[in-house]
């Protein structure tokens, strides 16, 4: 059973910064693919970037060049970290793990963190 901790949400004008982490638990964080996902209000949650066991990532279109998806293995911990934010970018971000391969499919990930809200004010 893999435990997921996200934090590092807040509140950001637009064109600022901020970096997500997750802390991952409980299983061998190296053979884990990571993904981070988003959920605005009234909308279904959505991939922003994922990274796999052997670091090939994926981005949504809407966050390419302002978003990288890192992981520190020796750390157990996937980073998000987010430039240039745009109030649509405000959501609950997650942060989900499914061994090996990646996906962009939410209902494909085993294990889910509970959220960080980031919020962009304009």
């Known amino acids: 059973q893999v435990q997921l901790v996200e934090s590092g949400g807040g509140l950001v004008q637009a064109g600022g910064s901020l970096r997500l982490s997750c802390a991952a638990s409980?299983?061998?964080?190296?053979?884990?693919?990571m993904g981070w996902f988003r959920q605005a209000p009234g909308k279904e949650r959505e991939v922003v970037a994922t990274?796999?066991?052997?670091?090939?990532?994926y981005y949504a279109d809407s966050v390419k060049g302002r978003f990288t998806i890192s992981r520190d293995n020796a750390n157990n911990t996937v980073y998000l970290q987010m430039y240039s934010l745009k109030p649509e970018d405000t959501a609950v971000y997650y942060c989900?793990?499914?061994?090996?391969?990646?996906?962009?499919?939410?209902?494909?990930?085993?294990?889910w963190g509970q959220g960080t809200q980031v919020t962009v004010s304009s």
């Open positions: 990274r796999s066991s052997s670091s090939r990532t």
């Open positions: 409980g299983g061998t964080f190296s053979t884990y693919a």
């Open positions: 989900a793990a499914r061994p090996w391969s990646t996906s962009m499919r939410r209902d494909e990930y085993d294990y």
